[in-house]
């Protein structure tokens, strides 16, 4: 992979949009954008095993274990524009549980990626699926995308939702239904 350095890369790209790149409030800016693209792209740092890796027999349920509202941002791949998310998370154990900040974690290190939404749904299903071998999975993502709002057909109150099935989600209507309102959908 070529080494570039994103701050010249940065400069360039003001260079085409400001008639004067070096005034005082853009003097800075690549710097800046570059530390904020360290703490937007983390997520091709982390690796979402090691987040599902430490895992309890002791209290683990057979019962759905739902954590919701985890609310982020991530940067859509197509516009390289921020998209707000709420996610949400199910899962019926099957033996094992995962400490609860973990799902949230795993959630954060998908969002930290050039992404879109529905691949991010599914990235997270199937990182519990294969990691915590559950009964059943679902997530649900609702997403705004400025890539919609400020630019294009400029809709600034649509929601987009992406859901990820697995398991007993997928053949149990039950199931489904009791994980929906749970999260009030």
Do not use: W
């Not at 699926?129 to 630019?151: D, F, N, S």
């Not at 400029?154 to 309102?181: N, P």
């Amino acid at each position: 992979m070529r080494v570039l350095d994103r701050k010249n890369i940065v400069r360039e790209l003001l260079d085409t949009i400001d008639p004067d790149p070096d005034r005082e409030g853009l003097v800075d800016t690549p710097k800046r954008v570059d530390k904020a693209y360290n703490e937007l792209f983390q997520g091709y740092d982390q690796d979402p095993e090691d987040i599902l890796k430490a895992t309890f027999v002791d209290g683990a349920c057979d019962e759905m274990v739902v954590l919701k509202d985890i609310r982020g941002h991530s940067t859509c791949e197509h516009h390289v524009l921020p998209f707000s998310y709420v996610a949400h998370v199910g899962y019926i154990p099957d033996g094992k549980v995962v400490g609860v900040s973990k799902i949230a974690r795993l959630v954060e290190v998908f969002a930290r990626r050039l992404q879109i939404q529905e691949k991010m749904t599914t990235q997270v299903a199937d990182t519990m699926v294969k990691h915590l071998a559950p009964v059943g999975c679902m997530v649900v993502v609702e997403g705004q995308h400025l890539c919609m709002q400020a630019r294009g057909v400029k809709q600034r109150d649509t929601v987009m939702i992406t859901s990820a099935v697995r398991g007993l989600f997928r053949t149990d209507e039950k199931a489904r239904r009791e994980f929906l309102s749970l999260i009030g959908k």
